[in-house]
């Protein structure tokens, strides 16, 4: 018997961890673990299953003993995210007892490790690390684009829903050749689907990911012909993969590569009809698969190989992703200007793209030449060229953001994906000249220059970093602490007092808090400050010592006593960050979403909403606390949003590369 085509990414357990030495390659793109297995998608009602079904395979007897001991093994791993994730499997056999088909999924529960949501979804396979990573924020919320952005929302047909709920990811589906086009595929996701839903009853969702997977033997063909032939061939078993899932009721999600489904018979995705379903650039869906895409301009850009003669001018051969990289920003210049300066408006070169549909201002936009996108933003025709949308339905300006904020979130390191947002310090100075040039930014315009440099998306971003709803959480502390201190001071004795509200001292020096148990006037002075604190984020200012100290004003000088003891505004500020993240909906208990929903829903949403380690980081730089010891201990919060860096120092050389992070 023959194994036929694998619809989904195969399963990819924990053991990826202990081969550190092998390097990992596009996650989207990977063999099976299993002996070089050459498991290949299938499909149950496509046309393109002729041409499949020339893919050689391997014998399914030889599997079978291989697929129940990876089985033994996955279960003997999810032991380790046992209060979060459940594996489930489903197999066909004949009339015989052979195993004809097999289907493994993961059932996901995101709330219990929503603190941590990219660390935790990381370990278990690549599968899961690339479905955390695509599609959803750090806290498993179904990214902003795919919910807002005019290309990338696609049908519309999902959004905010998958916000919440259990997923189920189904991994792979694989059924014999010679038993395909029976209605096994389609089977074996039912039962799954079904023992899932019987485990947790209220399952709403499942999620795949149709594509190819790089089996040794299917993939040495495709390189062995010629490029275009190649890539017809993926083609064909791309679109049949997704063709399977879209009659099974899946339909794509947003613009990305994941398609959803539930039995919501309400639901929109249900009314929209296969062929509606969104169709993404088979250009973008096969990127692992071309070796090369092509682009229209000089070759001593990329120094390449031989050109290709195209209608417009000599084409060469560059990687996917990789323009210019070979020059600097001077050469750059000098080659477009010879090539493009006497072109006319008009002329194709200038709107010219690549395979992804990147214009040249897309490629030095997110190449961060700022020299050369000076240059191309001064001709005259510059916006209509500025509004061109690439394949992915960003703008040259979207595409860098896009770019930038993957940096922003994660870094690879071999066979690892780790999450860096809490150690991001805005963009570089060359990202930043070019996103201002983009933007039409004024470079002495210093606090929207702030909001570009630290991703603020709703351009209301204090300091450029504290966006509108973080601050109004650190506000609520400031205030509801300076009410509860304040009532109990006059009630509790120092030493009572101090005990009673140790949390919110941590940060004060211990000399200093040691002269509160027995000063009261130091005591008022502290309580005060949290007042004063929240009037300043009222008045939209970072609470910096200058800017809550102009606000002081009373008598007795109690807050200036407590300051002239030793004690900080900063302590109270952190307090703040401390309590507001004990108090968030997904790193705490919730509780200020649950009191102050309207006022919330009422702020601007924000790429900074949330990001507590960065914001208290950016604020201790600022006020120049990063060597105090005081300030350095980590606190339960910290610890919380930091997990995923903390985590990764069991991993063999990652030691050295967080202090290089650091550094």
């Known amino acids: ?6 619809l989904c990414n195969g399963v990819q357990s924990n053991k990826r961890k202990r081969t550190l030495s092998e390097t990992r390659g596009d996650r989207r793109i990977r063999a099976d673990d299993r002996n070089g297995s050459d498991d290949e998608d299938e499909s149950d009602d496509e046309d393109e299953s002729d041409e499949m079904s020339d893919t050689d395979g391997l014998d399914m007897e030889d599997e079978e003993d291989d697929d129940e001991d990876e089985e033994d093994d996955e279960d003997e791993e999810d032991e380790e995210w046992s209060a979060w994730l459940k594996s489930f499997n489903a197999e066909r056999k004949d009339s015989n007892g052979t195993t004809i088909g097999r289907c493994h999924a993961k059932l996901i529960d995101r709330e219990p490790i929503r603190h941590d949501f990219y660390t935790e979804m990381e370990e278990p396979s690549e599968d899961t690390c690339a479905l955390a990573f695509d599609l959803f924020d750090r806290w498993g919320c179904l990214k902003e684009q795919f919910c807002e952005h005019p290309f990338k929302k696609g049908t519309g047909a999902w959004s905010r829903e998958l916000d919440t ?11 014999d050749k010679s038993h395909r086009r029976q209605g096994h595929g389609k089977a074996l996701v039912d039962e799954v689907w079904e023992k899932a839903s019987s485990a947790c009853p209220g399952l709403q969702y499942a999620i795949a990911w149709p594509t ?11 390189k062995d012909l010629p490029p275009d032939e190649s890539k017809l061939i993926s083609q064909t078993l791309s679109l049949a993969a997704q063709d399977f899932f879209r009659a099974m009721g899946f339909r794509r999600v947003g613009s990305s590569c994941w398609f959803a489904r539930t039995d919501d018979p309400a639901h929109p995705s249900r009314s929209l009809a296969p062929s509606d379903d969104q169709k993404q650039s088979l250009s973008l869906e096969l990127e692992p698969f071309q070796n090369y895409q092509k682009y229209p301009y000089d070759a001593d850009i990329v120094r390449k190989s ?8 000599p084409v060469y051969q560059i990687p996917p992703r990789t323009p210019f990289l070979s ?6 210049l000098a080659i477009l200007k010879a090539r493009l300066a006497a072109c006319p408006p008009l002329d194709p070169a200038w709107k010219a793209t690549d395979d992804h549909g990147n214009t040249i201002i897309h490629v030095v936009a997110m190449d961060c030449k700022v020299e050369s996108l000076t240059w191309l933003l001064d001709q005259p025709f510059a916006d209509d060229l500025n509004c061109i949308r690439n394949l992915e339905g960003e703008t040259p300006l979207e595409a860098l953001e896009a770019s930038l904020d993957e940096h922003r ?8 994906t780790i999450p860096i947002s809490d150690k991001y310090d805005g963009v ?3 990202e930043l000249l070019c996103l201002l040039k983009l933007k039409g930014i004024d470079p002495r315009n210093i606090p929207k220059v702030d909001q570009v440099k630290f991703g603020c998306t709703c351009g209301e971003c204090i300091g450029g970093f504290l966006s509108p709803r973080l601050a109004f959480a650190l506000e609520c502390q400031g205030d509801t602490h300076h009410h509860l201190m304040d009532f109990e001071i006059n009630l509790n004795l120092g030493s009572e007092w101090c005990s009673s509200w140790t949390a919110q001292l941590q940060h004060v020096r211990p000399d200093v808090r040691l002269n509160m148990t027995t000063n009261k006037s130091y005591r008022q002075g502290f309580t005060n400050l949290f007042g004063y604190v929240a009037e300043c984020l009222r008045a939209k200012r970072l609470p910096t010592a200058p800017n809550v100290m102009n606000l002081v004003s009373e008598w007795p000088p109690n807050v200036k006593d407590y300051i002239r003891r030793g004690g900080t505004v900063a302590a109270v500020v952190l307090a703040c960050f401390d309590i507001a993240i004990i108090q968030d909906e997904y790193l705490g208990d919730g509780d200020h979403e649950l009191v102050h929903a309207e006022s919330i829903e009422k702020l601007p949403r924000c790429r900074n909403d949330r990001e507590f380690a960065f914001a208290r980081r950016q604020y201790r730089r600022i006020e120049g606390l990063q060597g105090d010891p005081t300030y350095e201990r980590a606190t339960n919060a910290e610890e919380m949003t930091g997990a995923s860096i903390l985590r990764s120092l069991r991993y063999s050389g990652v030691e050295a590369l967080l202090r290089a992070l650091d550094e």
């Open 165 to 175: 709920g259990r997923l189920l990811l189904i991994e792979t589906v694989r059924v």
């Open 327 to 332: 020059t600097d920003d001077k050469s750059t």
């Open 212 to 222: 190819l997977l790089n089996h040794s033997d299917h993939v040495d063909k495709m």
């Open 1 to 6: 018997m023959e194994t036929d085509l694998v």
């Open 409 to 416: 979130v994660k870094m690879t390191w071999r066979m690892l």
């Open 428 to 430: 570089r100075r060359e």
């Open 306 to 313: 031989e050109p290709i003669i195209c209608d417009l001018e």
